[in-house]
């Protein structure tokens, strides 16, 4: 199975965060009160923490959006996911790349992160009408970025603390590349969404323009080939279904220049 950085992060990032090598997810000393343990746990590694709490308000926002079961008006929980995945993804950012600049070459590395791909994507959607497809990929990112540091955090309850949840969380960790698969789906099948959105007057003239500049960056991303992947299985399929002598002539057409017009838009690698 591929290694995704952009997935694994969470290990990636304790030998180089800014604030110290947080503990590994291994057995640890039972000294002290579980609630202790979880505090002086996320106290040595604030920002891992910081991290897990966004993404979790992420997946609790996402949530009650689709049911409101904790009430509120379902844009105000839209706003709310989007808010919190850009907080996680300025986090992400901060230690990806913690030396700001006012230069090219410093917004030309920052953009080669999948993290500005996502505080990017949620200033696209802030402002439209509340998109539920738009969700999708930050909820789904959320739930496999935060199962590591959950799992530390059970850790520091003790080894065989909440097995349900360890199990859960074990799935997870299996259906990794599927989720990635269909998360690259979401954002490719969003592109016709936004252009309906422009059509019905719901969304801003700026909208596919932006968009396309979002899909554009996450084709060309160096960690997460699962965009391209996609779209190149995508093509595939139309291309056999194209080839088969039931197709009607006007829909090969159709498809074909497409197909077109699609890889003249795509970026160069």
Partial sequence: MPIIEE???DASNHTGNQTGSPPHEGPVRQEGSALQRIIH???SSKIEAALWLTRLFSIISTINFFLP????????SYQRVLLSNAATSALRLHQRVPNFQFSREYLASLFL???AHYLFYSLIFITSSP????????FLYALLHAQSYTKQLLNQIGPA?????RN???????????????IACSEIFLMPT??????TGQGSLLLPFLYYRFLSLRYSSRRNPYCRQLFTELRLIVEMLCAKPQCPQFLKGVCYKGIEIVSRLAPSN
């Fill in 113 to 115: 992160e999948d993290s």
């Fill in 194 to 199: 936004v252009l309906f959105l422009l059509i």
């Fill in 168 to 182: 859960l969380l074990a799935k997870l960790e299996l259906q990794q590349v599927n989720i990635l698969r269909f």
């Fill in 161 to 165: 603390s909440l097995q349900l949840v």
């Fill in 41 to 43: 746990f996320m106290s």
């Fill in 7 to 9: 997935v694994n992060e």
């Fill in 69 to 76: 079961i904790f009430g509120g008006h379902p844009y105000s």
């Fill in 131 to 138: 998109v539920s497809m738009a969700v999708m990929p930050i």
